[in-house]
Protein backbone atom coordinates (compact mmCIF):
# COMPACT_ATOMS: atom_id res chain seq x y z
CA UNK A 1 0.00 0.00 0.00
CA UNK A 2 2.91 2.24 1.30
CA UNK A 3 4.35 1.30 -3.12
CA UNK A 4 1.63 2.23 -4.49
CA UNK A 5 0.55 5.42 -2.32
CA UNK A 6 4.02 7.10 -3.34
CA UNK A 7 3.85 6.20 -6.83
CA UNK A 8 0.38 8.19 -6.86
CA UNK A 9 1.64 11.01 -4.76
CA UNK A 10 4.56 11.13 -7.44
CA UNK A 11 2.57 10.67 -10.56
CA UNK A 12 0.48 14.22 -8.85
CA UNK A 13 3.77 16.14 -8.21
CA UNK A 14 4.80 15.02 -11.90
CA UNK A 15 1.63 16.77 -13.18
CA UNK A 16 2.09 19.82 -11.37
CA UNK A 17 5.53 20.11 -13.12
CA UNK A 18 3.84 19.92 -16.20
CA UNK A 19 1.07 22.52 -14.95
CA UNK A 20 3.91 24.84 -14.03
CA UNK A 21 6.66 24.59 -17.42
CA UNK A 22 4.20 24.08 -19.66
CA UNK A 23 6.02 26.12 -22.21
CA UNK A 24 9.54 24.44 -21.69
CA UNK A 25 8.87 22.45 -24.95
CA UNK A 26 8.14 25.44 -26.70
CA UNK A 27 11.01 27.63 -25.65
CA UNK A 28 13.50 25.00 -26.16
CA UNK A 29 12.28 24.38 -29.40
CA UNK A 30 13.77 28.00 -30.87
CA UNK A 31 10.58 28.88 -31.74
CA UNK A 32 11.28 32.81 -30.97
CA UNK A 33 14.60 32.71 -33.22
CA UNK A 34 13.90 34.67 -36.41
CA UNK A 35 14.82 32.19 -39.46
CA UNK A 36 14.45 32.59 -43.44
CA UNK A 37 11.13 31.83 -44.19
CA UNK A 38 12.33 29.44 -47.22
CA UNK A 39 14.55 27.60 -45.17
CA UNK A 40 11.91 26.22 -43.07
CA UNK A 41 9.23 25.79 -45.48
CA UNK A 42 8.52 24.37 -48.09
CA UNK A 43 5.32 24.57 -50.82
CA UNK A 44 2.66 21.23 -51.19
CA UNK A 45 4.34 19.48 -48.61
CA UNK A 46 2.71 18.96 -45.02
CA UNK A 47 4.22 21.60 -41.90
CA UNK A 48 6.19 19.38 -39.26
CA UNK A 49 4.03 20.06 -35.93
CA UNK A 50 7.46 22.24 -34.27
CA UNK A 51 6.90 24.74 -36.83
CA UNK A 52 4.15 26.40 -35.31
CA UNK A 53 4.65 29.69 -34.27
CA UNK A 54 8.37 29.60 -35.80
CA UNK A 55 9.27 33.53 -36.45
CA UNK A 56 10.29 33.66 -39.62
CA UNK A 57 11.40 36.72 -42.15
CA UNK A 58 10.60 36.81 -45.79
CA UNK A 59 9.90 39.50 -48.61
CA UNK A 60 7.76 39.41 -51.58
CA UNK A 61 4.50 41.54 -52.83
CA UNK A 62 0.87 40.72 -52.61
CA UNK A 63 -1.84 38.92 -54.78
CA UNK A 64 -4.88 41.41 -54.30
CA UNK A 65 -6.54 38.87 -56.33
CA UNK A 66 -6.43 36.00 -53.99
CA UNK A 67 -8.24 37.41 -50.85
CA UNK A 68 -10.42 35.89 -48.51
CA UNK A 69 -12.43 36.55 -45.17
CA UNK A 70 -12.89 34.73 -42.35
CA UNK A 71 -16.30 35.91 -40.17
CA UNK A 72 -16.25 34.52 -36.75
CA UNK A 73 -13.02 35.97 -35.38
CA UNK A 74 -12.90 37.36 -32.03
CA UNK A 75 -10.15 40.12 -30.98
CA UNK A 76 -9.83 42.26 -27.52
CA UNK A 77 -13.58 41.04 -26.94
CA UNK A 78 -15.20 42.32 -30.10
CA UNK A 79 -16.68 39.74 -33.08
CA UNK A 80 -15.38 40.37 -36.66
CA UNK A 81 -13.67 39.24 -39.49
CA UNK A 82 -10.10 38.38 -40.60
CA UNK A 83 -9.11 39.80 -44.01
CA UNK A 84 -6.25 36.66 -45.46
CA UNK A 85 -4.39 37.91 -48.74
CA UNK A 86 -2.02 35.72 -50.46
CA UNK A 87 1.19 36.51 -50.01
CA UNK A 88 3.84 35.04 -52.87
CA UNK A 89 7.56 34.86 -50.92
CA UNK A 90 10.34 35.74 -53.39
CA UNK A 91 12.52 32.07 -53.69
CA UNK A 92 9.23 30.24 -52.71
CA UNK A 93 10.06 26.56 -53.65
CA UNK A 94 8.13 22.96 -54.05
CA UNK A 95 8.86 20.54 -51.50
CA UNK A 96 11.52 18.20 -52.20
CA UNK A 97 10.41 15.15 -54.47
CA UNK A 98 6.92 17.42 -54.80
CA UNK A 99 5.56 17.23 -58.19
CA UNK A 100 2.43 19.34 -59.09
CA UNK A 101 0.86 20.00 -62.02
CA UNK A 102 1.81 22.51 -64.50
CA UNK A 103 3.82 23.93 -61.54
CA UNK A 104 5.65 26.39 -63.79
CA UNK A 105 2.53 28.28 -64.74
CA UNK A 106 1.25 28.52 -61.51
CA UNK A 107 2.51 31.10 -58.47
CA UNK A 108 3.35 29.76 -54.94
CA UNK A 109 1.87 31.45 -52.21
CA UNK A 110 0.93 31.62 -48.64
CA UNK A 111 -2.22 33.19 -46.89
CA UNK A 112 -1.37 36.23 -44.74
CA UNK A 113 -3.83 37.49 -42.22
CA UNK A 114 -3.57 41.55 -43.09
CA UNK A 115 -5.92 42.65 -40.12
CA UNK A 116 -9.42 42.28 -38.02
CA UNK A 117 -12.33 44.69 -38.51
CA UNK A 118 -15.55 44.36 -36.76
CA UNK A 119 -17.26 45.87 -39.93
CA UNK A 120 -17.95 43.21 -42.76
CA UNK A 121 -17.56 45.96 -45.76
CA UNK A 122 -14.27 47.03 -44.20
CA UNK A 123 -13.29 43.65 -45.06
CA UNK A 124 -14.79 42.94 -48.35
CA UNK A 125 -13.36 46.26 -49.97
CA UNK A 126 -10.27 45.97 -47.74
CA UNK A 127 -7.63 45.89 -50.63
CA UNK A 128 -3.51 45.07 -50.64
CA UNK A 129 -1.20 47.32 -52.62
CA UNK A 130 0.87 46.65 -54.77
CA UNK A 131 4.87 46.34 -54.33
CA UNK A 132 7.58 44.65 -52.63
CA UNK A 133 6.99 43.93 -49.05
CA UNK A 134 9.61 42.83 -46.40
CA UNK A 135 7.52 40.94 -43.40
CA UNK A 136 8.53 39.53 -40.23
CA UNK A 137 6.12 37.19 -39.15
CA UNK A 138 4.78 33.81 -37.03
CA UNK A 139 3.77 30.65 -38.72
CA UNK A 140 -0.06 29.61 -37.75
CA UNK A 141 -0.89 25.90 -38.04
CA UNK A 142 -2.96 25.54 -41.20
CA UNK A 143 -6.71 24.98 -40.01
CA UNK A 144 -9.37 22.19 -41.36
CA UNK A 145 -11.72 22.98 -44.43
CA UNK A 146 -15.25 23.95 -43.09
CA UNK A 147 -18.52 23.96 -45.63
CA UNK A 148 -19.35 27.91 -46.22
CA UNK A 149 -22.37 27.03 -48.22
CA UNK A 150 -24.17 29.62 -45.59
CA UNK A 151 -21.59 33.27 -46.56
CA UNK A 152 -21.46 35.27 -48.96
CA UNK A 153 -19.15 35.07 -52.07
CA UNK A 154 -15.24 35.57 -50.79
CA UNK A 155 -15.86 34.14 -47.40
CA UNK A 156 -15.27 31.21 -45.82
CA UNK A 157 -15.47 29.57 -42.20
CA UNK A 158 -11.38 28.72 -41.66
CA UNK A 159 -7.60 30.10 -42.80
CA UNK A 160 -7.74 26.25 -45.25
CA UNK A 161 -5.13 26.17 -48.11
CA UNK A 162 -7.13 23.43 -49.30
CA UNK A 163 -10.27 25.50 -50.19
CA UNK A 164 -7.84 28.10 -50.82
CA UNK A 165 -6.73 25.99 -53.34
CA UNK A 166 -9.94 25.26 -55.00
CA UNK A 167 -11.06 28.90 -54.76
CA UNK A 168 -7.66 29.97 -56.95
CA UNK A 169 -6.77 27.15 -58.85
CA UNK A 170 -3.70 28.88 -60.13
CA UNK A 171 -2.20 29.10 -57.08
CA UNK A 172 0.63 26.75 -55.25
CA UNK A 173 0.27 27.18 -50.92
CA UNK A 174 1.99 25.87 -47.81
CA UNK A 175 -0.02 23.96 -45.01
CA UNK A 176 0.56 26.68 -42.91
CA UNK A 177 -0.40 30.63 -43.06
CA UNK A 178 1.42 33.78 -41.52
CA UNK A 179 0.41 36.29 -39.11
CA UNK A 180 2.42 39.42 -39.31
CA UNK A 181 4.53 41.10 -36.58
CA UNK A 182 6.00 44.07 -38.39
CA UNK A 183 5.64 45.16 -42.44
CA UNK A 184 7.88 46.92 -43.90
CA UNK A 185 8.01 48.95 -47.62
CA UNK A 186 4.92 51.08 -49.52
CA UNK A 187 3.14 48.35 -49.64
CA UNK A 188 2.77 47.11 -46.25
CA UNK A 189 -0.65 46.53 -46.03
CA UNK A 190 -0.67 45.45 -42.78
CA UNK A 191 -3.20 46.92 -40.18
CA UNK A 192 -4.01 49.72 -42.70
CA UNK A 193 -6.95 50.71 -44.85
CA UNK A 194 -9.35 50.46 -41.70
CA UNK A 195 -8.14 47.09 -40.48
CA UNK A 196 -6.28 46.65 -36.86
CA UNK A 197 -3.62 44.42 -36.83
CA UNK A 198 -3.95 40.89 -35.71
CA UNK A 199 -1.56 39.97 -32.76
CA UNK A 200 0.88 37.37 -33.10
CA UNK A 201 -0.24 35.33 -30.22
CA UNK A 202 -3.32 34.82 -31.56
CA UNK A 203 -2.62 30.99 -32.32
CA UNK A 204 0.08 30.62 -29.65
CA UNK A 205 -0.18 28.45 -26.44
CA UNK A 206 1.36 31.11 -23.63
CA UNK A 207 2.49 28.68 -21.20
CA UNK A 208 1.95 29.36 -17.92
CA UNK A 209 0.04 27.49 -15.54
CA UNK A 210 -2.04 24.25 -17.55
CA UNK A 211 -5.68 23.96 -16.00
CA UNK A 212 -5.43 20.17 -17.10
CA UNK A 213 -2.48 19.25 -15.99
CA UNK A 214 -3.54 20.51 -12.35
CA UNK A 215 -6.94 18.60 -12.54
CA UNK A 216 -4.59 15.15 -13.45
CA UNK A 217 -2.58 16.25 -10.33
CA UNK A 218 -5.73 16.46 -8.15
CA UNK A 219 -6.98 13.35 -9.66
CA UNK A 220 -4.16 11.66 -8.21
CA UNK A 221 -3.90 12.57 -4.53
CA UNK A 222 -7.54 11.84 -4.72
CA UNK A 223 -6.57 8.08 -5.84
CA UNK A 224 -3.70 8.13 -2.95
CA UNK A 225 -6.10 9.22 -0.14
CA UNK A 226 -8.81 6.44 -1.74
CA UNK A 227 -5.87 3.69 -1.18
CA UNK A 228 -5.27 4.37 2.34
CA UNK A 229 -9.22 4.74 2.95
CA UNK A 230 -9.31 1.45 2.30
CA UNK A 231 -6.49 0.15 3.41
CA UNK A 232 -7.54 1.68 7.43
CA UNK A 233 -10.72 -0.35 6.62
CA UNK A 234 -9.30 -3.59 5.82
CA UNK A 235 -7.40 -3.28 9.01
CA UNK A 236 -10.26 -2.12 10.97
CA UNK A 237 -12.41 -4.98 10.04
CA UNK A 238 -9.30 -7.40 10.47
CA UNK A 239 -9.17 -5.96 13.86
CA UNK A 240 -12.35 -6.54 14.84
CA UNK A 241 -12.76 -10.35 13.55
CA UNK A 242 -9.95 -11.50 15.43
CA UNK A 243 -11.03 -9.26 18.53
CA UNK A 244 -14.57 -11.24 18.21
CA UNK A 245 -13.11 -14.42 17.17
CA UNK A 246 -11.22 -14.19 20.91
CA UNK A 247 -14.14 -13.21 22.91
CA UNK A 248 -16.04 -16.70 20.91
CA UNK A 249 -13.67 -19.10 22.59
CA UNK A 250 -13.97 -17.62 25.56
CA UNK A 251 -18.23 -17.83 25.85
CA UNK A 252 -19.59 -20.69 26.10
CA UNK A 253 -20.49 -22.51 23.11
CA UNK A 254 -23.95 -22.48 21.52
CA UNK A 255 -25.86 -25.68 20.94
CA UNK A 256 -27.95 -26.52 17.93
CA UNK A 257 -30.89 -28.08 17.25
CA UNK A 258 -32.00 -30.33 14.64
CA UNK A 259 -36.19 -31.10 15.35
CA UNK A 260 -37.60 -33.53 12.60
CA UNK A 261 -41.52 -34.07 12.79
CA UNK A 262 -42.55 -37.05 13.17
CA UNK A 263 -44.08 -38.69 10.09
CA UNK A 264 -47.84 -38.08 9.88
CA UNK A 265 -48.22 -35.29 11.91
CA UNK A 266 -49.01 -31.93 11.13
CA UNK A 267 -46.92 -30.14 14.07
CA UNK A 268 -44.34 -31.23 15.94
CA UNK A 269 -45.49 -32.02 19.66
CA UNK A 270 -45.79 -28.84 21.38
CA UNK A 271 -44.58 -30.89 24.48
CA UNK A 272 -41.36 -31.27 22.51
CA UNK A 273 -40.91 -27.65 21.41
CA UNK A 274 -41.68 -26.59 25.21
CA UNK A 275 -38.80 -29.09 26.35
CA UNK A 276 -36.20 -27.45 23.89
CA UNK A 277 -37.23 -23.46 24.29
CA UNK A 278 -38.11 -23.50 27.92
CA UNK A 279 -41.58 -21.84 26.79
CA UNK A 280 -44.71 -23.12 27.79
CA UNK A 281 -46.79 -25.82 25.98
CA UNK A 282 -49.52 -23.61 24.57
CA UNK A 283 -46.73 -21.29 23.39
CA UNK A 284 -46.20 -23.60 20.73
CA UNK A 285 -49.76 -24.62 19.76
CA UNK A 286 -50.36 -26.65 22.85
CA UNK A 287 -53.53 -26.74 25.12
CA UNK A 288 -53.75 -23.94 27.48
CA UNK A 289 -54.34 -24.48 31.00
CA UNK A 290 -57.61 -24.29 32.63
CA UNK A 291 -57.38 -21.53 35.52
CA UNK A 292 -58.19 -22.58 39.10
CA UNK A 293 -61.33 -22.46 40.84
CA UNK A 294 -61.71 -20.00 43.55
CA UNK A 295 -61.70 -21.30 47.46
CA UNK A 296 -65.03 -21.64 48.91
CA UNK A 297 -64.85 -19.75 52.39
CA UNK A 298 -68.69 -19.71 52.92
CA UNK A 299 -71.63 -21.46 53.30
CA UNK A 300 -72.98 -24.08 50.36
CA UNK A 301 -76.55 -24.80 50.25
CA UNK A 302 -77.72 -27.45 48.37
CA UNK A 303 -76.66 -28.66 44.55
CA UNK A 304 -74.42 -25.53 44.04
CA UNK A 305 -72.51 -27.10 47.03
CA UNK A 306 -71.89 -29.54 44.70
CA UNK A 307 -68.56 -29.62 42.85
CA UNK A 308 -67.00 -31.83 40.18
CA UNK A 309 -63.77 -33.77 41.74
CA UNK A 310 -61.91 -33.00 38.39
CA UNK A 311 -62.40 -29.11 39.31
CA UNK A 312 -61.02 -29.60 42.61
CA UNK A 313 -57.05 -29.28 43.75
CA UNK A 314 -57.15 -32.43 45.49
CA UNK A 315 -54.57 -30.55 47.54
CA UNK A 316 -56.52 -27.93 48.84
CA UNK A 317 -58.99 -28.36 52.47
CA UNK A 318 -62.20 -26.13 52.59
CA UNK A 319 -62.05 -26.55 56.65
CA UNK A 320 -65.11 -23.84 56.69
CA UNK A 321 -67.69 -25.89 54.95
CA UNK A 322 -70.53 -26.87 57.44
CA UNK A 323 -73.90 -28.41 56.19
CA UNK A 324 -74.89 -29.72 52.80
CA UNK A 325 -77.13 -32.76 51.62
Known amino acids: MLVLVTCFVGLSAWQVDRAQHKN ?41 DAQIVIPGRVQDGDDGYWVVTMFAPDGGHLGEGVEAANADEKTI ?38 EGN ?15 INLFPDLLTYSGFLIPETADGAAASVGTDGLEQVPTTTTRDEG ?33 RRRLGADSQDSEKSVEYVVVKPAGDATIDPEVMSGLTG ?47
Open 24 to 64: DVAESSGVDELKDFNDVMDAQAPMPGILADQRVSLSGHWIP
Open 208 to 240: GFDLQSAVYALEWIIFAAMALYMWFQLLRDDYF
Open 109 to 146: AIPVVRGFTTDEDTAMTSEAQGGQVELTARIGPIEGPV
Open 279 to 325: LPAHRHGGKKPGKRPEKQTGTTVGASATSDPADTDPTDTDTSTTGGN
Open 150 to 164: DLPDGQVHTVSTSQI
